[in-house]
């Protein structure tokens, strides 16, 4: 009754298309240039670990990986923490302009990134934060925070309101039940809006090229740098490509039980 | 439940105002004053009033002529990913496996295009579609296709569709997956006991459950592939030709590439206009459709089915993986 006919099908073929283009970089990644090139084939015949050995030895890869995940999780830490006492705002009270607010906020998601990349150069020029990792950290801020914002609403608004009013009551301040209290209660929340902060952040790159340089470069900028200039070092791009899945891989595995409800924004 | 009213949350509030506001409004004001100027370099601006603006939408310029043409594409780009996305995103979310093992694999395989970095997601493809080194280009060649997304206007544009249907259908999958989560096991019992069929089951009880998280999904896919910069660019570059530049290329083009700072801004400014304009609509549809909702939970709560009572009596039921 739940589910279609033929599910095991659809399923098995849709993760079959998802994980083969996923499979083609990996087994490329294991190849070397001129099998790649050569001939054509299902499986790395010669397989070789040059290439991630590359990338782990020569600074200016391995750099690039720090460097992003430096800035995400900059990021992901300032957003998460602006964002807590505005959904909790949002959700208990009604205030002066609390709707435009909330709107205002949800439209700063959807901006593309492409409108204020030219804009954030010039600011971040400006007050002198350009390459470094600060300056794109804050920058994917106008669009991690109203997320955060937006699903920790959600998680807050199902605590029930007897809890706050009965911890008043017993005495706690505002600071005080919130990080004794409200916080344990909504930790899962907490978790996705983290990863969903983790994930927005890890996966742009217009913005994160365009506000760096040299010290703060981002491993996906290392990347497209490399096809320009190197030419045609497939196998080299397939490993780096690879490497920028573990992490995410990695968070998911973290989350899993909460990733569909974390996807509906904690709204189902 | 009624919220409180209490101006004292503006306190709350403020340092997310602050963050996105220095984020956002800032940035939005050096915008504004660049698109009235025009500039030969040297940081020399010259007043241009609205002289941008009536190029932009004059489709007999130059500016306009290549705005318009690539708004018409990104139109077009994201109502034919929408038209994919969202039956195939069901489809899938209605093949989920029940329980055990399986249904972690599946959400952590899903989840997994969303979280490579878009320009990885641009590589994978672009590898992965090349007549020479790529299984997809490759098999199709051998099959007789004359497939080449770097010559033919169309073969790129499937590419790009086809990319964008695998990076992002998991994520309507997992929205849908999360609105079925969500309906008690009692309505599937009541349905059975009416002798409903497959299809009035997914009208009925699976379609009006999905309501509010499929008007999510919408949302989140319209912006963002209307917005969508990264992966095409690494893959088509805009090309061949002009025929995949969307309008974030083009804007990234005029902008960083000619530093035609001016233009760069009018058609910023006419770009974000859009996008408030489509964001408020589905935000108004949105609240719109939760008043409704609870509005109607009001009225009828008599007729919400108590799951502990009606689970109970009928443990008789449980193996219904034939009938369905």
Redesign the interface.
């Known amino acids: 009754m739940h589910s279609i006919p033929g599910r095991r099908l659809i399923m098995g073929l849709f993760l079959i298309f998802l994980l083969l283009p996923i499979y083609w970089l990996v087994n490329m990644s294991f190849k070397t240039n001129s099998e790649i090139v050569s001939t054509m084939t299902l499986w790395p015949h010669t397989p070789t670990l040059q290439h991630y050995k590359r990338i782990f030895t020569d600074e200016s890869w391995y750099s690039g990986y720090i460097n992003s995940l430096e800035y995400v999780v900059l990021n992901t830490i300032i957003s998460i923490a602006v964002a807590l006492p505005a959904a909790y705002a949002f959700s208990r009270y009604r205030f002066l302009g609390d709707k435009h607010l909330f709107f205002w906020l949800l439209s700063n998601r959807m901006a593309p990134a492409a409108v204020y990349a030219l804009p954030f150069f010039n600011l971040y020029s400006a007050i002198g934060l350009f390459d470094t990792p600060w300056a794109v950290a804050l920058a994917h801020c106008i669009f991690n925070v109203p997320l955060a914002v937006w699903i920790l609403e959600g998680f807050v608004s199902g605590v029930p309101r007897e809890i706050d009013e009965t911890a008043f009551l017993d005495g706690y301040s505002f600071p005080r039940f919130f990080i004794k209290i409200l916080v344990p209660l909504i930790a899962s929340g907490i978790g996705v809006a983290a990863f969903f902060c983790f994930m927005f952040s890890w996966v742009e790159l217009l913005l994160a090229r365009t506000l760096t340089s040299v010290q703060a470069k981002p491993i996906a900028a290392i990347m497209t740098r490399t096809v320009s200039a190197a030419g045609m070092d497939w196998g080299l791009l397939a490993a780096a490509g690879v490497l920028t899945i573990i992490p995410g891989a990695l968070v998911i595995w973290f989350v899993r039980n909460y990733i569909a409800r974390g996807f509906a924004l904690g709204r189902v | 439940?009624d919220?409180?009213?209490?101006?004292?949350?503006?306190f709350?509030?403020l340092?997310?105002?602050l963050?996105?506001a220095?984020?956002?409004v800032?940035?939005?004001m050096?915008?504004v004053n660049y698109s009235m100027q025009d500039t030969f370099g040297n940081n020399q601006f010259f007043w241009n009033g609205v002289g941008w603006f009536k190029e932009l939408l004059d489709p007999s310029t130059d500016l306009g002529g290549r705005f318009l043409a690539s708004l018409g594409r990104n139109l077009f780009f994201s109502l034919a990913i929408l038209a994919i996305e969202v039956p195939?995103g069901i489809?899938?979310a209605?093949?989920?496996?029940?329980e055990g093992w399986t249904v972690?694999a599946?959400?952590?395989?899903?989840?997994?295009?969303?979280?490579?970095?878009?320009?990885?997601v641009g590589?994978?493809?672009q590898?992965?579609g090349r007549p020479?080194?790529?299984?997809?280009g490759?098999v199709l060649n051998a099959m007789g296709f004359d497939y080449n997304y770097v010559s033919n206007d169309v073969d790129a544009w499937v590419t790009v569709i086809v990319m964008d249907v695998?990076h992002w259908?998991?994520?309507v999958a997992?929205?849908c997956?999360?609105?079925?989560?969500?309906i008690p096991e009692a309505y599937?019992q009541a349905?059975?006991i009416d002798g409903a069929s497959?299809w009035a089951?997914f009208k009925a009880i699976q379609l009006p459950k999905m309501n509010?998280?499929l008007l999510?999904a919408v949302l989140l896919r319209f912006?963002d592939s209307?917005?969508i910069?990264?992966e095409p660019f690494?893959v088509t570059g805009g090309g061949p030709g002009n025929s995949t530049t969307f309008?974030?290329?083009e804007?990234?083009k005029i902008?960083?590439g000619q530093f035609d700072?001016g233009k760069?801004a009018a058609l910023?400014l006419v770009?974000?206009l859009i996008?408030?304009i489509v964001?408020?609509i589905f935000?108004t549809v949105m609240t719109n459709a939760g008043v409704e909702r609870k509005v109607q939970a009001e009225s009828e709560p008599a007729v919400e089915p108590k799951p502990s009572a009606a689970l109970k009596p009928v443990p008789a039921l449980k193996p219904?993986e034939g009938?369905?």
């Open positions: 439940m919220k409180t009213v209490n101006q004292k949350a503006w709350l509030v340092p997310v105002f963050v996105v220095f984020s956002a800032l940035p939005l050096t915008v195939l489809v899938v209605l093949s989920m496996p029940r972690a599946c959400l952590v395989v899903l989840a997994l295009p969303l979280l490579i970095p878009w320009n990885v590589t994978i493809w590898i992965f020479d080194i790529g299984l997809l490759y695998w259908t998991s994520l997992l929205l997956y999360a609105g079925l989560k969500s599937y349905a059975q497959r089951v509010r998280v999510i912006m209307f917005m910069y990264t690494v309008v974030s290329i804007l990234v902008a960083l700072l760069a910023s770009y974000n996008i408030l964001c408020w935000y219904r009938v369905a």
